[in-house]
């Protein structure tokens, strides 16, 4: 199943700072692996002290009255558009129903008088599946608090959402990353995703690992792939960097990029225009485990919205930086 919010930024991802602040109890497993950006695996024979060892966070069976929570602070302040409520490998230890509550806290953790808005109502869960609803709210938030009925387990939380960024402040000529998630950047749509996820060339720093990058399949047949990105805000673009870190024996052997301005329509249509866009880097080459930088090379096409990174014919992009000033 996928939905619509989940082209928005995992706002819940620890890799790009969130924390699960506090919990009522993660007896059986940590509350931080409930914000793992990686997908929960299932350990046949591996035990701790405390008993069988879960990948997500697990509160010990209560026996009186009351429920769990978790508080996350999340990554970035921001809206949230949907969420996913994961009970992988959870089975006979998930929690019969759950909701979710969020807060603005923007000058430190919340306390005993902040005021909680409820954005999932409670809902029946099942074990080993995935839970996802939509969020119709259009505020700013800064943490939620995952609420279950009354203990339990959940493998991952995903908050999918935007960062808020006030474009008003930012000057005419500051340069910005726009495709940077921090930005607002979001990847929409991929050829092929084999070996890492699309969003993770958005991210902050060099990438940690091959993992921490977007990585197709062998290419078996004519053609390439490509990612394709809405920025954060319209811009002007002046340079573009490719990173193709810990990208060695399988990074592409070259590279373009295309951009457009696109109003309207929605994020599922944008795929088949974008052959036709222009051109804002024409073909260049890459090197292995390297940082490209180019500026002289950039072709000045105006205010742009969305870019497609081309690779040729297949391999893994660590990061990509779409630099430039808001239109």
């Given at each position: 199943?996928?939905?619509?919010?989940?082209?928005?930024?995992?706002?819940?991802?620890?890799?790009?700072?969130?924390?699960?602040?506090?919990?009522?109890?993660?007896?059986?497993?940590?509350?931080?692996?409930?914000?793992?950006?990686?997908?929960?695996?299932?350990?046949?024979?591996?035990?701790?002290?405390?008993?069988?060892?879960?990948?997500?966070?697990?509160?010990?069976?209560?026996?009186?009255?009351?429920?769990?929570?978790?508080?996350?602070?999340?990554?970035?302040?921001?809206?949230?558009?949907?969420?996913?409520?994961?009970?992988?490998?959870?089975?006979?230890?998930?929690?019969?129903?759950?909701?979710?509550?969020?807060?603005?806290?923007?000058?430190?953790?919340?306390?005993?008088?902040?005021?909680?808005?409820?954005?999932?109502?409670?809902?029946?869960?099942?074990?080993?599946?995935?839970?996802?609803?939509?969020?119709?709210?259009?505020?700013?938030?800064?943490?939620?608090?995952?609420?279950?009925?009354?203990?339990?387990?959940?493998?991952?939380?995903?908050?999918?959402?935007?960062?808020?960024?006030?474009?008003?402040?930012?000057?005419?000529?500051?340069?910005?990353?726009?495709?940077?998630?921090?930005?607002?950047?979001?990847?929409?749509?991929?050829?092929?995703?084999?070996?890492?996820?699309?969003?993770?060339?958005?991210?902050?720093?060099?990438?940690?690992?091959?993992?921490?990058?977007?990585?197709?399949?062998?290419?078996?047949?004519?053609?390439?792939?490509?990612?394709?990105?809405?920025?954060?805000?319209?811009?002007?673009?002046?340079?573009?960097?490719?990173?193709?870190?810990?990208?060695?024996?399988?990074?592409?052997?070259?590279?373009?990029?295309?951009?457009?301005?696109?109003?309207?329509?929605?994020?599922?249509?944008?795929?088949?225009?974008?052959?036709?866009?222009?051109?804002?880097?024409?073909?260049?080459?890459?090197?292995?485990?390297?940082?490209?930088?180019?500026?002289?090379?950039?072709?000045?096409?105006?205010?742009?919205?969305?870019?497609?990174?081309?690779?040729f014919p297949d391999g893994g992009v660590s990061r990509l930086r779409v630099i430039g000033t808001k239109a």
């Amino acid at each position: 199943m996928s939905l619509d919010f989940e082209q928005y930024i995992n706002l819940a991802d620890e890799k790009l700072g969130a924390e699960a602040i506090y919990a009522t109890d993660d007896f059986f497993a940590d509350k931080s692996r409930l914000l793992r950006r990686e997908d929960p695996v299932w350990k046949d024979d591996l035990y701790d002290d405390n008993g069988k060892w879960m990948d997500g966070w697990e509160s010990r069976r209560k026996r009186g009255e009351g429920y769990d929570y978790c508080v996350v602070r999340l990554a970035y302040p921001g809206t949230i558009y949907g969420v996913d409520i994961d009970t992988s490998f959870f089975t006979g230890n998930f929690p019969p129903s759950a909701s979710i509550d969020a807060c603005y806290s923007p000058d430190g953790e919340p306390g005993s008088d902040t005021a909680w808005q409820e954005i999932v109502p409670s809902m029946a869960l099942g074990g080993d599946q995935h839970h996802k609803v939509s969020v119709a709210f259009g505020a700013v938030y800064t943490h939620v608090r995952l609420n279950i009925y009354p203990d339990g387990g959940v493998a991952r939380l995903r908050i999918y959402g935007r960062p808020e960024v006030d474009w008003d402040s930012v000057a005419a000529n500051q340069p910005l990353d726009f495709a940077a998630v921090e930005f607002g950047g979001r990847a929409l749509a991929c050829s092929d995703e084999h070996y890492g996820k699309m969003a993770n060339i958005l991210g902050p720093g060099r990438g940690e690992n091959m993992g921490d990058g977007w990585e197709t399949a062998r290419r078996r047949t004519p053609g390439n792939d490509w990612v394709i990105v809405a920025l954060g805000n319209a811009a002007e673009i002046e340079k573009i960097i490719i990173d193709t870190a810990h990208f060695k024996g399988n990074y592409p052997d070259s590279c373009s990029v295309q951009a457009a301005f696109v109003k309207g329509g929605t994020d599922n249509q944008v795929a088949t225009q974008s052959l036709y866009w222009r051109e804002l880097l024409p073909s260049q080459k890459l090197q292995a485990h390297a940082l490209h930088e180019f500026t002289r090379e950039v072709e000045q096409l105006g205010a742009i919205t969305h870019v497609r990174l081309n690779i040729f014919p297949d391999g893994g992009v660590s990061r990509l930086r779409v630099i430039g000033t808001k239109a």
